[in-house]
């Protein structure tokens, strides 16, 4: 096998808090199961699993060249950047198929990006510029991630009849940096994704 290891930012749904999201991510697995897709949420109903809303990506370097003054001082640049952002709820859905899997997209989404920024912000502080090198698109919740071709017709088909309700709310109050993987599944054909906890960062301080 053969991989990744970068450092993170993510928004983590988690049971509890946002039990409608993992309800329609549920509802969502089986559907999955007739397609080449891996799904990220966990096989009990409040296990969210590998859900995730992508923040930022510090793509300056892998995370075993960080050491632990590095990563003490993304941490701490997080958390005086985030201390004047307060919690707040945003809505995702409905599930969507497309060439990399299925999404819950976010909307209302103007938190969502101001948060986004913040982190941006916080990341540029702690590395620099180079440490922000791509743009993750519009916010959005990866429900499972493609490993082979299929058409995207019949699935959101099946998404579009067979999952009710359509949208959720997340709740957001919190963010996780994250020590994450990508290893190359050979048997599987596509890439897994795993992830070690770094540091857990409360909005509003």
């Known amino acids: 096998m053969s991989g990744m290891r970068v450092l993170h930012v993510y928004v983590l749904p988690r049971a509890g808090a ?3 999201l993992l309800r329609i991510a549920q509802a969502c697995r089986p559907i999955l199961a007739g397609y080449p897709i891996y799904p990220q949420c966990g096989s009990d109903p409040t296990d969210a ?3 995730h809303l992508t923040a930022e990506m510090l793509a300056d370097a892998p995370s075993d060249e960080y050491d632990e003054t590095a990563r003490a001082q993304v941490v701490g640049a997080l958390g005086a ?5 307060q919690a707040f709820t945003t809505e995702v859905g409905p599930p969507i198929g497309n060439v990399a899997g ?3 997209d976010v909307w209302p989404e103007a938190d969502t990006v101001a948060l986004i920024e913040r982190i941006r912000t916080a990341i540029r502080t702690a590395r620099g510029d180079q440490a922000l090198q791509h743009s993750g698109g519009r916010p959005h919740i ?3 991630y493609g490993y082979g071709s299929a058409s995207s017709d019949p699935l959101n088909g099946e998404l579009r009849n067979k999952v009710v309700p359509r949208r959720a709310t997340l709740f957001v109050d919190r963010v996780h940096l994250l020590d994450v ?3 190359l599944d050979e048997e599987l054909g596509g890439w897994r994704m795993t992830w070690e906890p770094v540091a857990e960062i409360a909005l509003g301080g």
């Open 49 to 51: 699993g590998l859900l």
């Open 142 to 144: 990866s429900l499972g």
């Open 102 to 104: 299925v999404v819950l």
């Open 181 to 183: 993987a990508w290893t």
């Open 81 to 85: 950047e985030l201390a004047g952002v």
């Open 18 to 20: 946002d039990d409608e």
